[in-house]
């Protein structure tokens, strides 16, 4: 049998503070399986996000490990990390995390001219024009509205063709309407490119749309919710 496309194995984390140690995480384990979508769902303050942080290696564990495609993301270092990141793995946040001096065009084409490729100006432009912002090339962040500058950054996102997507309350800064319409076009895109998507959300409508739910409690996995 194929290893999962990622294992959370057994992951904890504490951290110091003035009234002694704190644990965020407690012996969190699972694992999700190629194409496979799932929504890390909970109250603020639950853990949500600093469990996303630890899957992306942008945060370590004070104990456990995650593995993506099999490798051991804390056996190697952190530019090691980074590069893995780079080639495998796609991010969507709620704040767009946009370049404000880079137009749209160049904030998709960034991550493809990081890869090298010849080809980003083209790929970048029909990535944009999939998700509806073809006549936007050349618009700064500044000038788009909310819902275009998310579509951008998913636009940045599936533009490398990434194995894992990760994306952190991507409707937060967004109202109804327009959150509706960028999560549709999400799972759209991800069920097009095939990715394993890992979503933190508290909204139990896109929480449903995912094929299960992992719901953290005060730093715990609580069994998982049935989707319905």
């Known amino acids: 049998m194929a290893d999962p496309i990622i294992a959370v194995e057994h992951v ?23 194409r496979e979508s799932v929504a890390i769902v909970g109250a603020s303050g639950s853990g949500k996000s600093t469990l996303l942080s630890i899957v992306a290696g942008l945060d370590t564990p004070s104990a456990g490990t995650v ?3 099999g490798m051991d993301l804390f056996a190697i270092d952190e530019d090691e990390r980074a590069a893995v990141r780079a080639a ?5 946040f709620q704040s767009f995390q946009l370049l404000g001096n880079l137009t749209a065009l160049e904030n998709v084409m960034l991550p493809l001219e990081l890869q090298g490729r010849a080809d980003a100006r083209v790929a970048a432009t029909e990535m944009l024009r999939r998700v509806g912002l073809g006549e936007r090339l050349a618009h700064y962040p500044r000038v788009l509205s909310g819902g275009e500058q998310q579509r951008v950054a998913l636009a940045r996102a599936f533009v490398v063709q990434p194995a894992v997507l990760l994306a952190d309350e991507p409707t937060g800064s967004l109202d109804f309407a327009t959150g509706e319409r960028v999560m549709s076009l999400m799972f759209d895109l991800n069920r097009e490119a095939g990715t394993t998507l890992v979503l933190v959300t508290h909204d139990r409508a896109i929480a449903g749309r995912c094929d299960r739910q992992l719901r953290i409690e005060a730093g715990r996995l609580d069994l998982p919710v049935p989707v319905l």
């Open 12 to 34: 904890s984390k504490h951290v110091q503070d003035t009234s002694g140690l704190l644990t965020i995480l407690h012996d969190i384990d699972f694992s999700l399986e190629p």
């Open 67 to 69: 593995r993506l495609g």
């Open 88 to 92: 495998r793995v796609g991010f969507v």
